[in-house]
Nanobody, 132 residues
Framework: QVQLVESGGGLVQAGGSLRLSCAASGFTFSTYAMGWFRQAPGKEREFVAR?????????VYSDSVKGRFAISRDNAKNTVYLQMNSLDPEDTAVYYCARDRVNFRSYSSTRYASVAGEYDYWGQGTQVTVSS
C-alpha cells in the first residue's frame, strides 16, 4: 500500500533552517509528482511546493515561500525533500507531503498544483515550530 512518511521537523529559531524528508513506498515513486502542504492551527491546509517527476527546475512554489524554500527529489531513494531557509514564525505548521493523484502530470503554475484535491495520498505530517 502507498505510504508517505515525513521526518525532519522540529523547533528552530527565526532565521534558521530545516530540511524535511518524505520517504515514499508502495508505488512507482519516479512516475508521480509530489507536493508539500502545511497547516497551521486554526487555518486551512496551504500549498507550499510541488516537484514534477524529473525534479530539477520543474517546480512550483507558493508566493509565501518562494526564494526561501526549495523542493527536490531523489528518485533512487524514493524521497522528496523540502529545504526551508530564513524561517519565520509564520512558517509554524504541520507539514505534509502528498502524491499527485495522476502520474506524469506537470504543472508550471500554482493554479492546479496548489489544489489539495489533485493529490490522493498524504503523510501523517511533521511539526515545524519557529520561535521568534
Amino acid at each position: 500500500q502507498v505510504q508517505l512518511v515525513e521526518s525532519g521537523g522540529g523547533l528552530v529559531q527565526a532565521g534558521g533552517s530545516l530540511r524535511l524528508s518524505c520517504a515514499a513506498s508502495g508505488f512507482t515513486f519516479s512516475t508521480y509528482a509530489m507536493g508539500w502542504f502545511r497547516q497551521a492551527p486554526g487555518k486551512e491546509r496551504e500549498f507550499v511546493a510541488r516537484v514534477s517527476v524529473n525534479g530539477g527546475t520543474n517546480t512550483v512554489y507558493s508566493d509565501s515561500v518562494k526564494g526561501r524554500f526549495a523542493i527536490s527529489r531523489d528518485n533512487a531513494k524514493n524521497t522528496v525533500y523540502l529545504q526551508m531557509n530564513s524561517l519565520d514564525p509564520e512558517d509554524t505548521a504541520v507539514y505534509y507531503c502528498a502524491r499527485d493523484r495522476v502520474n506524469f502530470r506537470s504543472y508550471s503554475s500554482t493554479r492546479y498544483a496548489s489544489v489539495a484535491g489533485e493529490y490522493d495520498y498524504w503523510g501523517q505530517g511533521t511539526q515545524v515550530t519557529v520561535s521568534s
